[in-house]
């Protein structure tokens, strides 16, 4: 296994919507329930890089970090138990 398959640049994290607490940012709880991090991450990520059918409250989705920048770079749709099952 060489390095680039050890640590990819983008990695994808689970967050929930929490709401959208400041002008142009979505608050969102980043690995929920994860380990030491029990409660998650709040972050604030920036409206732009979420579709609206995204940004209500409760709404799951990954986030994609880049891991050279550490900055949140967009978000990815989690499958749905019907997708999965399908």
Known sequence: MNSKEAFPKIIK???V???CLNPN?????VLPGVGM???G???DLPLEIVPPDLRMPNTEFMVLLDRTTKQFVGVER???TQEVQD
Do not use: N, T
């Open 17 to 19: 919507v929490l709401g």
């Open 78 to 80: 989690r499958a749905s």
């Open 25 to 29: 940012y979505l608050r969102v709880i």
């Open 13 to 15: 994290a689970p967050a």
């Open 41 to 43: 991450v709040q972050h």
């Open 37 to 39: 991090v029990d409660g």
